[in-house]
């Protein structure tokens, strides 16, 4: 596609079931970046891949949250024992990487837990 | 210290009013700096580059000052359809990934 794809869009899910969310990326772009956002705040950092490898993981909130990335290209991001706090829109974004490259975001997934 | 910081607002600033904002970072190195916009429960989307020399689209404006790191944009003639959170973008201390600031809030009231 011509642009960066998640999915699903929406997910409900009981408190303590296991999530995933699928992030494709742009074609050709090596850079992945995982943010989370809750209503009405900004943007939470939670990881960066550059190509399968993650060098920064420092944003993962706890070690329910894991990301894994295969073949430089789709991404997933998986919660484990989900908690009513884990509820937030979760962004995924793709550039070229390097210097002066835009970042391209997909429309996120919606988590809710209930 | 975040690495790049920005004041949430909100701004509620009347249409036709002229409005700035400023983002300060906190690695002198950084080379790439961007403004994103993101509307109400929408993707954040790129907005402008700032290059060093400063630059202009239409009614915005985009200013680098490496002195004092920061970054700044200028809204002209405000629009209600300028009704966004306005988030900084700039690279990390490694060059190896953007860094987001967690957005100024912009209200323009009729």
């Known amino acids: 596609g011509a642009g960066v794809s998640q999915s699903p869009s929406n997910k409900v899910t009981e408190k303590g079931k296991d999530v995933e969310l699928r992030c494709d990326p742009i074609s050709g772009h090596t850079a992945l970046y995982w943010y989370r956002q809750s209503l009405g705040q900004g943007l939470e950092f939670l990881i960066y891949?550059?190509?399968?490898?993650?060098?920064?993981k420092s944003g993962l909130p706890s070690d329910r949250f894991s990301a894994e990335r295969t073949g430089g290209s789709v991404s997933t991001l998986t919660i484990q024992r989900t908690q009513q706090e884990d509820s937030a829109v979760y962004l995924c974004?793709?550039?070229?990487?390097?210097?002066?490259?835009?970042?391209?975001f997909g429309q996120g997934t919606r988590l809710t837990v209930v | 210290r975040k690495e790049v910081e920005q004041d949430p607002g909100p701004f509620n600033v009347p249409e036709g009013a002229t409005v700035a904002f400023n983002c300060t970072y906190s690695n002198s190195a950084s080379q790439s700096f961007f403004w994103y916009r993101q509307d109400c429960r929408k993707e954040p989307k790129l907005l402008m580059s700032?290059?060093?020399s400063g630059n202009e689209d239409g009614r915005f404006t985009a200013q680098l000052n490496r002195a004092s790191q920061y970054i700044s944009l200028l809204i002209r003639d405000s629009k209600l359809s300028d009704s966004a959170t306005y988030l900084c973008v700039v690279n990390s201390q490694d060059a190896s990934k953007i860094i987001f600031g967690s957005g100024t809030r912009l209200s323009i009231r009729p």
């Open positions: 891949f550059q190509g399968n490898s993650a060098p920064d």
């Open positions: 974004a793709s550039s070229l990487g390097g210097l002066n490259t835009e970042a391209f």
């Open positions: 700032v290059y060093s």
